[in-house]
């Protein structure tokens, strides 16, 4: 039943917001999978989720981390981050846009995180009024030894913004990796997994 909500949450704000809305229908269990597979499952990691929508990457590295990792989870829809702060509330839940993520951290005292997990739009990634995208606000707070990992839909993966994209990850990491396609999702979609953030000198 909870699916089938969720759903129709997705449907109201893609309706509302296209451009910020990933998808009309939440990540699937597979895709989650593959989403949080690199993150450290030992220990007890600093973890960033961008863009968690009703939390399907959310419930996935709960569950790989055991429930041990400090979790930031950075939504901007206030709708999406009260129900994430009611389903998860061992999860620290910020209202805000992922472009702050330095401020955010610096806020609750962390210097670096070990993966950062985004559900968001491509759209997101493009540069902002300062001239910088959020790649490189992503590449300035993740340890050197860090994770990034985002999700991109076979169908649209050809298409002139998303190649853009593509290519500005890799410009800011020096080894970026593609999943084969993950078809128990809808639509299909691969994980790009972003390693050794490249830092201005």
Known sequence: ????????????????????TASVTPSSQALAAAMVRPVPAVGEPV???????????TRAIQERTGGRARHVAVELNERWAQLLTDRHPGVDVVRADARELPRL???????????????????????????????????????????????GYTWTRWAPPAR???????????????????????????????RRPVRPI
Do not use: C, K
């Open 105 to 151: 951290l610096a806020e609750r005292g962390i210097g670096s995180v070990d993966a950062v997990v985004s559900g968001l739009p491509w759209v997101a990634y493009t540069p902002g009024s300062d001239g910088r995208g959020l790649h490189a606000v992503i590449t300035e707070v993740l340890a050197p030894t860090g994770v990034f990992t985002q999700f």
């Open 1 to 20: 039943m909870t699916a089938w909500v969720d759903t129709g949450r997705f449907v109201r704000e893609f309706v509302r917001d296209p451009l910020h």
């Open 164 to 194: 853009r994209q593509l290519t500005d990850l890799r410009a800011h990491f020096a080894e970026v990796t593609t999943s084969r396609t993950i078809w128990r999702n809808v639509p299909p979609a691969v994980v790009h997994e972003a």
């Open 47 to 57: 973890v960033v989720e961008l863009g968690p929508g009703t939390g399907a990457f």
